[in-house]
């Protein structure tokens, strides 16, 4: 696209677009989306995230401990399309059709399956509903794809040229929605016209922290973003950089605040109309200095929230010669998301109703209407009101510790971008213990042990450690970098 006259936003929606037919476990047609962009003179964000059908209320869930995880009651309307839409009409250059070009030839011709998303194709197809759909589409051959393998669908070719043509109308209000609305009621979902309808996705401004000598940018809730905002600013308070970046203590350091940010962010996070307290508040410089205090060098501890004052997925990045910088995540949430594929159409749908709670009276208890708390992330950093850096890692859970681990070791230590992305990740399982990357010093995990960190390996065929990009703008032009954990890469013209 670039090639072509196209700038950034142009090229990063056909990347996205296209990856929705190569890379299908993470995302799909069915996907949600954000992103943060550098328009030359700006920073602007867009939540394409959707909302759950008016129909979901308490009582629908009542009776469960927890929130399904794949059919159509974890489905809320998918808002990629509309991202693809809204980001094209205020910033592409291209006609809107030619972005899909590339995935409708991918999707029409086929493929080689590569050996990282083959194997991820295989985990899912083990744990995945066998009656939605998802077995007619991704399992022609009665099985996934080996590496190598083609891997065709006409289905997703048709519907991504009637998206492309109707400049996304098909999919809200025309064939695709009726088809989508007809596969959910015959299974026993609750989506209506009026839910496909009412989508809109929103342009918001971006949550910002100050951190060292630069400007940490994320999209505010429902995203979980304000995790890594708040650990960032409580590592505010440590002088991280007079340590070698894989030191015990700094690591220490590092994870006791993640875990404070992410006791804060699962208690007040939600649909920012039913947060109980303002996204700034849990960034109030005497809030994150209080919670710095809490962090003992010595142990590790479990943290609860705080009472802050009152008031599967792929990402991607592009950036152009205007000074145009993209940083955009898309993303079906766990792998091959709700494991429902509307027939005849390719589409597969996020599971992103998963990430409601049933709490009575969490901001996050599920709602008709109410976007969930939602894991992706894209970040984006400035200097000075300059644009510097796009940035983001997928994975779920992993993605504000990616973010935290990442720019530590880009603004504390100084590393280069591909440096900072390779180096061993630890993650923070749900029941706070840690799970650190086969790659770390076993000094390192015998130390955190020693400090009372509670390691457990959780196999993760999907999520793992997580993968990131990145690009920094330098006076000559950029620095990319591109996780070696993963597929990707990156590539200049």
């Not at 342009?203 to 960032?232: C, D, F, K, S």
């Not at 894989?246 to 699962?266: C, N, W």
């Amino acid at each position: 696209m670039l090639a072509r006259g196209g700038n950034a936003v142009d090229a990063a929606l056909a990347t996205a677009i296209t990856l929705t037919v190569v890379e299908p476990c993470s995302n799909g047609i069915g996907s949600d989306l954000f992103a943060i962009l550098w328009d030359g003179r700006q920073l602007v964000g867009l939540n394409a995230s959707g909302r759950a059908p008016a129909a979901w209320s308490p009582a629908r869930f009542a009776g469960r401990t927890a929130m399904p995880q794949r059919g159509w009651d974890t489905v809320t309307i998918p808002g990629a399309v509309s991202g693809w839409v809204a980001l094209s009409e205020r910033y592409g250059k291209l006609p809107f059709d030619d972005l899909f070009a590339p995935a409708i030839r991918y999707a029409r011709d086929g493929y080689l399956v590569s050996p990282v998303v083959a194997e991820k194709w295989r985990a899912a197809a083990a744990i995945l509903p066998h009656d939605l759909g998802w077995d007619d589409h991704f399992m022609p051959r009665g099985r996934p794809p080996l590496p190598g393998e083609r891997f065709s669908s006409a289905a997703m070719a048709s519907t991504l040229g009637k998206i492309a043509s109707s400049r996304g109308e098909a999919f809200y209000r025309g064939d695709l929605a009726t088809a989508m609305i007809a596969h959910s009621r015959a299974n026993g979902g609750a989506h209506s016209s009026a839910d496909f309808a009412a989508h809109a996705c929103d342009w918001v401004e971006t949550l910002a922290l100050n951190y060292r000598n630069v400007t940490v940018h994320e999209i505010p809730p429902n995203g979980q973003g304000v995790a890594a905002l708040i650990a960032l600013g409580i590592l505010d308070h440590f002088d991280l950089g007079a340590d070698r970046p894989d030191l015990v203590a700094s690591q220490h350091l590092m994870i006791e605040a993640m875990k404070l940010g992410f006791a804060d962010a699962h208690r007040f996070v939600a649909d920012i109309r039913a947060m109980k307290i303002a996204p700034e508040a849990l960034l109030d410089r005497a809030y994150l200095a209080s919670r710095a205090k809490l962090i003992d060098r010595s142990r590790a501890q479990d943290f609860g929230p705080g009472d802050p004052p009152r008031g599967g997925t792929v990402y991607l990045c592009a950036s152009d010669e205007s000074g145009m910088m993209v940083s955009l995540i898309q993303s079906n949430y766990m792998g091959f998301g709700s494991g429902v594929v509307v027939p005849g159409t390719g589409i597969s749908l996020q599971n992103r109703g998963a990430g409601f709670v049933l709490e009575t009276g969490h901001p996050n208890e599920v709602a008709g209407g109410k976007r969930p708390f939602h894991t992706i992330i894209p970040g984006f950093v400035t200097r000075n009101g300059a644009p510097l850096a796009t940035i983001g890692v997928m994975g779920g859970p992993i993605q504000p510790p990616g973010h935290v681990q990442t720019l530590v070791r880009m603004f504390d230590h100084r590393m280069n971008p591909q440096a900072a992305l390779d180096a061993p990740r630890w993650k923070i399982n749900a029941d706070r213990s840690i799970d650190l990357e086969s790659t770390a010093a076993p000094e390192l995990r015998a130390g955190l042990i020693a400090l009372g960190h509670r390691m457990t390996s959780i196999p993760d065929t999907y999520m793992d450690f997580g993968a990131g990009q990145c690009i920094v703008k330098i006076d000559s032009g950029y620095v990319s970098a591109s996780d070696s954990r993963r597929d990707g890469q990156a590539a200049g013209l």
